[in-house]
């Protein structure tokens, strides 16, 4: 798999020059957030919170733009709830306003059982972002890549339970794969359309469509923990698409959008663009009825979604979801972030649901306890079972703690572990070594404190 992953030099100049213009925005943000920096340590509340909690479009709000709209964005054009922390290097710059996130790990890895594997690297995402006002409206640019193509050895890190993609020629298995190199390039514009209510436009060679709740990697409930979701093919995957458009309109308590899109899975060379036809489509409503929760409906055809069993046509997947995500507390002593979501995915002759719940509490910026449970249904196709058509449900329990340091120029750094359990049917207990095959995994971890507006 490694050598699949070679870059000739014009991929690898590529990829430096990404990187090189992320760093070129990061540099005068941390430089302007270093000097905003007050003498005590700011709280980076929920320690794993936000340096993605609202990376994509989370920036301080400029005069004439609905402070509670900004507050509230997540990934793509997805909604958290307005009471959310903000972390993030900030700054401006010839009259643009600058933002910087990131959140990398350096972990190992250790899943128990037959189909168990033990592995070290670095599980990371950065990104940066640029806005300004335009005419009536604001115009903002994003950028967000990933070191995993270089950090995760073969075809993913060990999460067993997990499937998705390809690589090598086979679905994956019981790991989950590196995201892409290229996670978002994309620009936003919105502007009032009458007095409450405003439209917008997104979209860009690589960004997010309108389905699914927030992305794991930018959820409050989901950042101190490394490991994605089982649930993560059901809800969010969709979250790095190479062409999108997406329009929408909303209020101050609603959006509605819809959005066209290339709906099939990246390859398995995770630094080249998978551009495909925009023949993808979905729509999503949010609701935020108050500011500590955000809720989200969605659906989508995803025209051939998934790659075809033994070199078959492309498969098409009708994707259904619903989420809510609550917010509690004050972010200076204690924050409280829980996501509970729900996710179908329906093919031909086939269908499957997924249930998430996560949550993570942080307090006083020091201690951060976090925990996920999901319930999954698989075929024995998406588990790499000989019985491709049999289904299963399976399980994950997982638990962690996080112990964050104080602040240093405007980052924050933390070390923690976690425990699982991943649970299979009696049918499975065999291949898998046992019905409850438990995990762990150690880590050390660095984000942007949070801003001060």
């Not at 020629?169 to 359309?193: K, V």
């Not at 979604?305 to 070199?311: L, M, P, R, T, V």
């Not at 809510?324 to 996501?339: C, E, K, N, S």
Request: some cysteine.
């Amino acid at each position: 798999m490694e050598g699949k992953w070679e870059m000739s030099v014009y991929r690898k100049r590529l990829a430096a020059g990404a990187i090189g213009a992320a760093a070129m925005i990061w540099a005068p943000s941390a430089h302007v957030a270093a000097q905003a920096q007050p003498p005590a340590p700011q709280p980076h509340e929920h320690h794993a919170p936000a340096p993605q909690d609202k990376p994509a479009g989370h920036a301080v709000p400029h005069a004439g733009h609905d402070m509670a709209a900004m507050a509230r964005e997540g990934s793509g054009t997805s909604w958290l709830p307005e009471a959310s922390p903000i972390f993030a290097f900030h700054g401006t710059r010839a009259g643009w306003q600058l933002m910087g996130h990131f959140n990398a790990f350096a972990q190992f890895l250790r899943e128990s059982g037959d189909r168990g594997a033990s592995q070290g690297g670095s599980i990371n995402w950065f990104m940066g972002m640029a806005q300004r006002p335009l005419s009536r409206g604001r115009l903002a640019f994003r950028g967000m890549v990933s070191l995993e193509p270089f950090t995760i050895p073969g075809c993913g890190y060990p999460d067993l339970l997990a499937s998705g993609e390809q690589c090598d020629g086979e679905p994956i298995h019981d790991r989950q794969h590196p995201h892409d190199l290229f996670m978002e390039l994309s620009a936003q514009y919105d502007a009032p359309l009458t007095r409450g209510l405003r439209w917008q436009l997104f979209g860009g060679p690589v960004g997010e469509p309108a389905l699914g709740p927030v992305a794991f990697p930018h959820r409050v409930s989901a950042l101190p923990n490394p490991v994605a979701p089982l649930s993560h093919h059901w809800l969010d995957a969709t979250h790095v698409v190479f062409g999108v458009m997406t329009g929408g309109v909303y209020g101050a308590r609603w959006k509605a959008e819809a959005s066209v899109f290339n709906g099939r899975e990246p390859d398995e060379h995770r630094t080249d663009f998978d551009f495909g036809a925009l023949d993808s489509v979905s729509a999503r409503l949010s609701y935020s009825p108050v500011p500590a929760v955000a809720l989200q409906v969605s659906a989508g055809q995803l025209t051939e979604a998934e790659a075809g069993d033994h070199g078959g046509p492309r498969v098409d997947v009708t994707r259904t979801t619903a989420s809510a995500i609550v917010h509690t507390g004050a972010p200076a002593t204690r924050l409280w972030a829980t996501t509970l979501a729900w996710g179908r995915n329906a093919e031909a002759g086939h269908s499957s649901n997924a249930f998430l719940l996560e949550s993570a509490l942080s307090l006083r910026d020091r201690h951060t306890w976090f925990g996920r449970f999901e319930a999954t249904g698989k075929t024995g196709h998406d588990l790499g079972l000989p019985l491709e058509d049999d289904s299963f449900t399976v399980a994950k329990l997982q638990g962690g703690y996080t112990r964050s340091f104080a602040a240093r120029h405007g980052i924050v750094a933390g070390i923690g572990g976690a425990l699982s359990a991943s649970i299979v049917p009696q049918s499975l207990a065999a291949t898998y070594g046992g019905r409850v095959n438990p995990g762990l995994a150690f880590f050390v971890t660095v984000r942007p404190t949070r801003v001060m507006m």
